[in-house]
């Protein structure tokens, strides 16, 4: 057994859920906003080892979304606990990360800083990242007027120039026209290969799970279904799908 990269353990996520009520019923009727509890996942455990390349599948409302922005440290669980043993990491997904009224150079530094990069190791491979998210001209334009794909072109970009030794990946390898979308998935396997990078993709694509992902972990309705070989995982899964 190698060096365990990801750790968690008994993790359960709940959202506050709050009943729109109008401001005049509020004054004239004294109505109160009524709370409903969501639990997204639900007492979920698992450990990953360095250097695996794990796939996340599940339904829309699994939970999948909401355990990576947990596990790269954007949501604390209400229970249970996630170590991640000390290395970087990094999360890769359409709408977290950028400030929307910032330029995409601007964002680079900004994320780049908070995955804890120093401004001079971001200024070295700043050429490489604009290069390769392919831009142009609207690497000075603000995020805010970034199409989808030019979003997750920027995000890719720098997630992929500025190695971390954890990847999480929420679907962009989906996003982007049909070129970006060769570019990106070469320049991901290119990075797995480093046996020391640990890599989670959420998927709905089999095709990219079998062709990337060692093992894969099978959310439904917040919670672990399955975890194990690729091919077991996913036969179940589709079967279960379809």
């Known amino acids: 057994m190698g060096n365990i990269a990801i750790e968690v353990k008994n993790l359960t996520i709940a959202y506050k859920l709050l009943n729109k009520v109008s401001l005049l019923g509020m004054i004239t009727k004294h109505k109160k906003v009524s709370e409903k509890e969501f639990v997204a996942v639900k007492d979920v455990s698992f450990s990953v080892e360095e250097g695996q390349i794990i796939g996340i599948v599940g339904k829309n409302g699994s939970g999948k979304s909401t355990m990576l922005r947990s596990i790269a440290g954007i949501f604390s669980p209400n229970k249970g606990t996630i170590d991640i043993h000390g290395h970087s990491i990094s999360l890769l997904s359409i709408g977290v990360g950028f400030e929307k009224t910032l330029s995409g150079r601007e964002n680079i530094f900004l994320v780049g800083l908070l995955l804890g990069f120093t401004e001079a190791q971001i200024k070295e491979h700043l050429d490489e990242i604009i290069a390769f998210s392919e831009l142009g001209n609207f690497i000075d334009k603000p ?100």
Do not use: P
């Not at 049909?178 to 709905?204: P, W, Y």
């Open 143 to 242: 995020v805010e007027t970034y199409s989808s794909g030019m979003y997750s072109k920027l995000a890719f970009s720098i997630t992929a120039i500025l190695e971390t030794d954890i990847m999480l990946i929420d679907e962009v390898l989906s996003v982007g026209d049909a070129k970006f979308k060769k570019k990106s998935f070469a320049k991901m396997k290119e990075l797995i290969q480093n046996d020391k990078r640990t890599v989670l993709i959420v998927s709905h694509s089999s095709e990219t799970i079998r062709e990337l992902c060692s093992k894969v972990l099978w959310l439904h309705d917040g919670h672990l279904r399955m975890f194990g070989d690729t091919e077991e995982v996913l036969e179940k899964y589709d079967e279960f799908m379809s």
